[in-house]
């Protein structure tokens, strides 16, 4: 219905509803397709990896939602699923990971450390995997228990059902690195790394 | 090493704590003690465990590196302890042709506390990326946050190469193979763990 409500006058012209009713069967069909069979590539480094797994397991069993296949290659992923802390020498690794699949492609940060750091306020953790790659559903915690991630999955159905093919926007190669390597402003980066609540109290020291 | 040491100069002082014997040794004198060490027949220490460093919080302490030795054949422990002074040159010999297995070891050491080993035969950073630029990670006067801004740190990792210390020929399974010796392939082939080779001498 909102692309029949956004469908512009085209010189003069009435809005084509058919043309529009047209355009959404068809990303009702694409997206559909698209989310109930996601590829997940997992990229565990820690905890989290142990209840990744949990989920990918009988119990759980995130096949339900059409994740049957885990693609070990990113070139065959649907979706990068980064669970666990990543630290500053993985960085590249999941960056390339990320270059390396295919559109459409989306990000699910699984778990406190893949989204802010968590407890890993050092020098060797990336603090928060949106300062190298976009995320598209961040799972919260320390590590996020199977339904967490299931329950992200299907926000990330969600997502995905609302989307468009004919906005071309949507699937751009999202933020491409700058010509410093970085994908967002290095004031951002600063920013979104800051700690906060009480962790504000510790300092820079020396 | 008793009073009449084998290694003359080289034993400073000794405590038993715990049921481990630690002794200090002298810098100068490290690679003739664990020599001795080694090869002494009742010694027989033939296995390093481990290679550490300590700096205490006390600028004022140097700084300990220990090695922790193992006899397979005794069946016994032995901490040996290397004191060196912040205000001195942070360096000592390496074990490295007495154990090989201190390569990877030494190397941590380096890596996290900046500390020199002289002799060993491929000195470089091992946890941190080669140009890793911030300094050594476990000094006390190391900030915990590091010493650049995040997005320095960003920008840093995300411009290595994660790939450029290797070869393509390393890159690639199969096409290394064809460069293992001749026995180590056959031994691959027949699926066979074979014995540990002699080091040569």
């Known amino acids: ?206 | 090493m008793t009073a009449s040491s084998p290694v003359p100069g080289a034993l400073r002082s000794e405590i038993a704590r715990d049921g481990a014997t630690i002794v200090f040794v002298a810098r100068d004198r490290l690679l003739e003690a664990m020599t001795w060490l080694k090869e002494t027949p009742g010694e027989e220490f033939d296995y390093l465990v481990d290679v550490t460093a300590v700096e205490f919080r006390d600028r004022e302490r140097p700084l300990e590196v220990v090695y922790f030795l193992r006899s397979l054949t005794r069946r016994a422990d032995i901490r040996i302890k290397v004191e060196l002074s912040t205000s001195d040159e942070l360096a000592v010999d390496s074990v490295y042709h007495l154990w090989r297995g201190a390569d990877w070891l030494e190397r941590e050491v380096f890596d996290m506390f900046g500390i020199t080993f002289r002799g060993h035969p491929d000195l470089r950073r091992i946890l941190m990326w080669e140009t890793y630029a911030e300094g050594y990670p476990l000094r006390k006067s190391f900030p915990l946050r590091g010493r650049f801004s995040r997005a320095e740190q960003v920008r840093q990792a995300l411009n290595v190469n994660p790939e450029a210390n290797y070869s393509l020929e390393e890159l690639s399974i199969a096409e290394a193979a064809g460069d293992l010796p001749d026995d180590m392939r056959d031994r691959l082939r027949r699926g066979e763990r074979g014995v540990i080779p002699e080091p040569p001498q």
């Open chain 1, 1 to 206: 219905m909102k692309h029949v409500a956004e469908t512009k006058e085209v010189s003069g012209q009435s809005p084509n509803y058919l043309v529009a009713k047209f355009q959404d069967l068809v990303d009702w069909a694409v997206n559909s397709s698209r989310a109930n069979s996601l590829w997940p590539m997992p990229f565990g480094t820690a905890c989290c990896a142990i209840e990744f797994m949990a989920t990918a397991a009988s119990r759980f069993d995130f096949a339900r939602f059409g994740m049957e296949r885990q693609a070990f290659s990113p070139r065959q992923a649907d979706v990068l699923i980064c669970a666990g802390r990543l630290p500053f020498k993985l960085a590249p690794v999941i960056r390339r990971i990320y270059d390396q699949m295919p559109q459409p492609k989306w990000v699910i940060s699984m778990g406190a450390c893949a989204s802010t750091g968590g407890v890993f306020d050092n020098y060797a953790m990336v603090q928060g995997i949106d300062t190298i790659v976009p995320v598209d559903v961040y799972v919260p915690g320390c590590p996020p228990r199977p339904e967490g991630l299931l329950y992200g999955i299907l926000l990330l159905h969600k997502k995905i059902k609302g989307e468009s093919l004919f906005d071309a926007v949507k699937r751009r190669e999202e933020l491409p690195l700058d010509d410093k390597g970085l994908r967002l402003p290095p004031e951002t980066i600063d920013e979104i790394s800051e700690p906060f609540g009480n962790s504000v109290h510790q300092f820079r020291s020396s």
